[in-house]
């Protein structure tokens, strides 16, 4: 009887703990499986067209327009959301800690990080692209800044989140020295805490970019796309995940090949970002304990 | 008298630094109050722009299937159920998954192959979704169409009552597969907080359990489970909140249907892919309806996302992503 028990215990548990197993080998399966078919497929279409070419020529052309745009879109939405995101993390973390105000806006900034990004594309529609349709009487409507826009609303919350989580990192015996020494404390945040929590910093705003550089949904109907090369930040821009959808639905085969290609080129530099940002962010915690 | 001097100076700069000092946190409550406008802002400003919709047909928008950009009436419930069904089947699939890795990581494997396989798994969540979208559409759909269907339907869809939801032709495209992607995408969420918060279980507890002879599924099952129950759910918000708003996966892989179907391998629509899709060559009242959905999907993933944060607040927190 008890051997019975303990024999019926005993499969239970080897039982759970391949199923468990075959789990994470499930996972990680499907991982090299997408890869896999990234890179084979990307790897033939990459060649020098794909760099020189515009999307005009179609399936004879490249994605020299989009990679300009989605350079110029994220740098700009980094612009904007590093600085004020920044600034925001420095506010929950020094100025707002403990305090209702400061908790509800962690609180609701956590929400924003997983909100759906396509919600923000149309914020950012309501509440900019159909006023500049207006204001300029439809010679402006979608435009490269209401993409930046949209992309920094994206990047924003994990910047705060971070910079937040750095600077609560920070000893205090290095604010207590900084403040016995008579410094305001508007100084001892950007001078002392925020060169103490610079690389932390950093890793959030890699973080970020590697968030937003990937996103297509909010940029359909704020940056629209194009198929030749704009500069202008008024003008409607292409990008690589946005000339990626519309050449996915295309019928021919050949547009597929150069949506393979700029799939590949687009996870290559997310997953860098992402792995150089672990790699900061693990050297700094060492150094920092 | 240089000591009258001193004081002088030393009384400016105390005033000029408490004013810069004010003006420096006037300036970081503005940034830190930009978070809440955004919100706020999302959720208005798709009001706004729905209220022809929202206000002009009220319930009916909600509970019509009828959407015909031709006759121009619009009615919300395919996308609905098309968001509600898919992202059902995608927790179905990652909780009993996340839970799996998670044990794994945190009691079966060896320690050196831990943090190598987590970090692989969160990668997972790093890949952009609209590579899900094409590695789906191009590869994942054929197999499904190949390998998964006509299995389902010779073997569950034979079932009575069941049956229904897995009876089809082998299209590959549909809620199932929708569904399926999803639950990839969000693994890596659920499976990250599952593995933290495992971890704060007090050894004492679990060593106690083994010391009386337990086996590692029931220190598991008995013991860690209950101890972290609340943030496990958190979790599964998280993941579902995810799923709820996921767009560029689902838009490929879900055919882009708004006629209804019993079954789960038949095509179908949700709120983020009827934008996706039409949102560009809508106009007027079309376009009107498509922002109420946006309405909607925010107020929805922003309930559960309020759930899975309020569940979850007691953790400590993490890095950026999550």
Known sequence: MSASVYRRRETKNVVAQILASSAALLALVFLAWILWVTVSRGVHA???????????????????????????????????????????????????????????????????????????????????????????????????????????????????????????????????AALSLGIPQWKLTVQVLMRAAGSGILTGVLLALARLAGETAPLLFTAFGNNYMTYSPLAKMASVPAAIYQYTNDPNPAMHAIAWAGALLITLFVLALSLLARALFSRKKTSHD | MPTAIAIETICRRNAADALHDKLFRGVLRVCALLVLAALLGAALST????????????????????????????????????????????????????????????????????????TAIELLAAIPSIIYGMWGLFVFVPFMANHIDPLLDSSLGRLPLVGALFRGPPLGLGLLTAG???????????????????????????????????????????????????????????????????????????????????????????????????????????????????????????????????????????????
Not at chain 2, 67 to 96: F, H, K
Not at chain 2, 256 to 284: H, Q, R
Request: with cysteine; glycine share 8%.
């Open chain 1, 46 to 176: 990459i060649g020098v067209p794909l760099f020189t070419r515009i999307t005009a020529y179609a399936d004879q052309g490249g994605l020299a327009n989009a990679m300009v745009g989605s350079l110029i879109m994220d740098l700009m939405a980094i612009a904007l959301c590093a600085p004020v995101g920044v600034l925001a993390g420095a506010h929950l973390a020094e100025y707002a800690r403990g305090t209702r105000l400061g908790e509800t806006i962690r609180f609701l900034n956590d929400i924003l990080l997983s909100a759906p990004s396509i919600v923000l594309g149309l914020f950012v529609y309501v509440i900019f692209v159909l006023p500049m349709t207006a204001l300029t009487n439809g010679t402006t409507t979608f435009s490269a800044l209401a993409g930046s826009i949209a992309l920094a609303l994206i990047g924003l919350p994990v910047i705060v989140r971070t910079t937040d989580e750095m600077l609560q990192l920070v000893p205090s015996t290095l604010r207590e």
């Open chain 2, 47 to 118: 009001l706004w722009g729905g209220r022809e919709v929202l206000f002009g047909d009220g319930w009916h928008f909600l509970t019509s299937a009828q959407w015909n950009p031709v006759e121009n009436r619009y009615g919300a419930w395919a996308p609905i159920y098309g968001t509600l069904v898919t992202s059902c089947i995608a927790i179905l699939i990652a909780v009993p998954l996340s839970f799996g890795i998670a044990l794994f990581l945190t009691e079966i494997a060896p320690l050196w192959l831990r943090t190598p396989v987590a």
């Open chain 2, 180 to 322: 399926i992607v999803l639950a990839i995408m969000i693994v890596p969420f659920i499976s990250s907080v599952m593995r933290e918060v495992f971890q704060t279980v007090p050894a004492r507890l679990k060593e106690s359990a083994y010391a009386l002879g337990s086996t590692t599924w029931e220190v598991v099952w008995d013991i860690i489970l209950p101890y972290t129950r609340q943030a496990v759910i958190g979790g599964i918000f998280l993941g579902l909140g995810r799923a709820l708003g996921e767009t560029m996966a689902v838009t490929f892989v879900l055919g882009n249907a708004y006629d209804f179907s019993t079954s789960l391998l038949m095509p179908g629509t949700s709120i983020s892919s009827s934008i996706a899709n039409e949102f560009n060559e809508a106009v007027g009242l079309h376009r009107s309806a498509l922002i109420a959905l946006g309405f909607l999907l925010f107020v929805v993933t922003f309930v559960v996302l309020l759930i899975a944060r309020w569940m979850l607040r007691s953790l400590k927190r993490k890095e950026g992503n999550a």
